[in-house]
């Protein structure tokens, strides 16, 4: 994190979210103190030599500064405009994507984060990575910034219950799509209104296409156009789970803990986003609009199960990706 934006992060916990300094600590070292843990994934100890506190203070000074970035996750985890009236730039400055998609907002898919719960409830956080996890859905903007999340699930519950149950859910304040809006999600969700899903049965995936030629035919044009402006939230996941090596190998803490360390960390990732000139995160998607992370968590969906539920039947969104489809052919033959 640039020296400027630490600066700010801690001007903004203490005035704005009532972060206030110890005896013993400041507001700038209790900070410090929690990025690094997060950052490095760092055990208490290491911690302790680090800064020269003891286990207790380093312990309970992690949890305080959770608890305020927590509250600070509910204004910086949302969407820059529920309205979603502006045109975002990645679109309307692509010739791949203008106009085609330009009524797209977003796109949605679930990660999994290793998780720490008793050896008796194991069996329901183990899913197709053959470890605890928790399932997290979340929903990015195409400025790598997450504008909604929801964290807890059990590994084995599938990305389309998750996302049903979160359009249903009041209290989550999902950023729901306004009409003629929608936002790009894969084969494992519904084509349904306000979410434009691929055709299934084709290829999708960016590597598919790389490791075997060009698109060939109009549901494969449409397929790798999608997947190649929907795979900003895998983008987005790789930008997140680098920067943050404790979500990679989660300490023992309560599982309500480790929730919210899920969500605080998305929230400086925002945080981030918003306020580093040239972050070193960042900077290579930035550079390289094609780039794609290498780390692990980009192959974790490219297995994505279709889903086989009784999805809504909606002609609209049909009829939405057809015509889009037939737009791109017309171009591909100009």
Not at 80 to 92: C, G
Not at 127 to 135: D, F, L, M, S, Y
Request: with cysteine; glycine share 6%.
């Amino acid at each position: 994190m640039e020296k400027d934006v630490f600066i700010k992060l801690c001007k903004l916990l203490n005035e704005s979210y009532g972060l206030k300094k110890g005896t013993e600590v400041t507001i700038e070292e209790a900070i410090a103190m929690f990025l690094i843990t997060l950052g490095h994934g760092l055990c208490n100890r290491m911690v302790q030599e680090r800064f020269q506190h003891s286990g207790e203070t380093i312990s309970r000074w992690f949890g305080i500064v959770l608890e305020v970035v927590s509250r600070m996750s509910i204004d910086f985890i949302k969407p820059k405009d529920r309205t979603f009236r502006e045109i975002p730039s990645k679109i309307k400055d692509d010739g791949r994507y203008w106009p085609y998609f330009k009524d797209q907002i977003g796109a949605i898919d679930g990660t999994h984060i290793p998780v720490v719960v008793p050896r008796s409830n194991q069996i329901k956080y183990i899913g197709r990575k053959g470890i605890p996890t928790q399932n997290v859905m979340a929903v990015c903007d195409f400025d790598m910034c997450f504008t909604f999340a929801w964290a807890g699930w059990e590994g084995t519950a599938h990305d389309a219950r998750i996302f049903m149950e979160a359009l249903r859910n009041d209290r989550l304040h999902f950023p729901h799509p306004p009409r003629g809006k929608y936002y790009l999600v894969d084969a494992g969700y519904p084509n349904m209104q306000g979410y434009l899903g691929p055709y299934k049965g084709e290829r999708y995936h960016l590597p598919d296409f790389r490791r075997s030629g060009q698109p060939r035919g109009k549901k494969e044009i449409f397929n790798h156009a999608h997947s190649s402006l929907r795979c900003t939230i895998e983008r987005t996941f790789g930008v997140w789970k680098n920067r943050w090596k404790i979500l990679r190998q989660m300490p023992s803490f309560p599982f309500p803990k480790q929730i919210k360390i899920v969500i605080a960390s998305m929230a400086i990732h925002n945080f981030i986003r918003l306020n580093a000139q040239k972050d070193e995160e960042f900077s290579p998607y930035d550079e390289d609009g094609e780039l794609l992370p290498t780390n692990e968590e980009i192959n974790e969906n490219e297995d994505v199960e279709e889903n086989h539920f009784d999805e809504p039947q909606n002609n609209e969104m049909n009829d939405a990706r057809e015509h889009i489809a037939n737009l791109l052919v017309l171009r591909e033959n100009a």
